[in-house]
Structures are given as C-alpha cells and as structure tokens.
C-alpha cells in the first residue's frame, strides 16, 4: 500500500466531502479508495498497461485546480456526449440518452465538475450511471453521488470494482433501465461486457451504445471485437459468432462507440461484415495473404 498524500500533489484533508475528494488511476481514470494499492489493477491487467514511469494517482480536486473542462454536445435528439479537455485515462466520451423518466449516463468519464453537474442537472439530472465495462467505471460513483443516481455493475466484474459504494447494483444479464433503454450482457472483452440499446435511436431506427464491447473503427465502416484493444489480444472465432449473433437478435441502426468520433452508421452490417472477416483471418483463411 501507498501513501495516497506522497503521490497525489495537494490532495486534500481526508474527510472533506464532495466529488474533489475521489482519487483516481490516472493512466485509467477509474475511481479508487484509500488504502490505494502499490499498482492500479485494472492497469496491471494483460488488456491495459502501466506507463513507463510507473503508477500514478490523481483527484478531481487536483484535476479542476488544474483547469478541467467538461463539454456537452448533443449527437442526435435526446443523446448528448460528455468529453473532458484534458482528455483523463483512456480518453472515453461519456453518453447522456434522455427519457421522459430520467436519464441515463453511460461510461462514465474519469473526472466531473461542477458545471457539468450542472448541465446534465438540466438536462433532466440522472437515474442510473453505467459503465459498459470496467476500462470506463470512470469516477462512477462521484457522478451518481453528485445527482443521486443509482450505479450498476455487471456482477461477473465485479472483482474490478476498485471503489466500493453503497450505490453500486449488481446485475446479470439485461435490465431495462429506463423506458425503450436496455441494458445487456454481451461478454467478450470483458465476462460482463455490456451494450445498451436504445430504442427511439436513430430516429426510432434504435442505436446500440456498444462501449468497446463491440468498437467502431476509423473507416466508420467496420468493428472489432477483442481482448485488449491496446495491446491486440484478438477474441476467438467461436466468441466473435456468438457477439455478432447477439448483436443481430437486436433493431437498431447506428452503433456508437466509448471514444470521441466513434460511429457507424449501419451498425447491423458493419457487425456482420466485420465479424466474418474476423473469423476468416483467425482461421487461417487469409495466411496466404501474409
Ligand atoms: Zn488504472
Ligand atoms: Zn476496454
């Protein structure tokens, strides 16, 4: 264990409460508690990485002396996105989807400010906040605390939880969260890996909210599905049909992705296209190509 005060500059008395007093990874951006462990496990993990120089902690308090902004723009009617400058940890965009009977904030960013508490006050406040795994738990519970939303957390990662909360739910496999929001279980990148579809999408096309359960690339045109996104561990083929036959039981038409810019269009065809091309290279079809 660590002296919190030896690495985290100017954190305040413990004690003191509000959102500034969450202690974060800042390679992840994931909220911790005291006593913090020697090295973030979430990072330490074979999906993430520990920086060069080695572990550090951060708080949101450090983070708003520092200048932290959070800006919120709407996407399409009623999704709003949620980005920090400075980017913190893995640099996610959260996702605001707006109901006549709240709100739900899904992948939560690694940090929260008072103005932004605000903003999303205004935008009907919160009910749930939700991370589709837990590369984005984010500062989870400062969020739900600040607007007095309940936490949900897959129960088959729950062993990631580095902040325990009185707020914090476990579920299983689907919950519907808020009306035409459902929130399922894909597994995948992580055991509970999670989606949320959101029926009045898309002009009511719907919209699946994948995380990087399923994560849009570049071309806006493909998906990949994998073990670590950063250090390349590929899913098998077996794991990739069954995400990709998941993913078609469901009506929707854009996927959105957890990083700023992540969209595709036509999600269905971009899921079924990119996971076929998938199998085919794990399976060999390709290699003589290489
Ligand atoms: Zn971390
Ligand atoms: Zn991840």
Redesign the pocket.
Known sequence: MVDAGAVVAGMPDAGAPGPGMTVL?A??G?ESQEPLPET?P??ADER?WVPLHGQRWTSVDVQQREGMRIDVVELEPRLWALTSEPAVGIGQRALLVQTAEGNLLWDPLGTITDAAVEQVRELGGLSAVVASHPHMFGVQCAWADALDARVLVNARDASWIQREHARIELWDDEVDLLPGVRLIRFGGHFPGAAVVLWEQGSGGAGSLLAGDTIQPKPDRASVAFMRSYPNNIPLSAGVVRRLADHAATLRFRRLYGNIPGQLVEDGPGAVARSADRHIAWVTGEHDDLT
């Open positions: 990874c390679t992840c994931v973030c979430i990072c993430q």
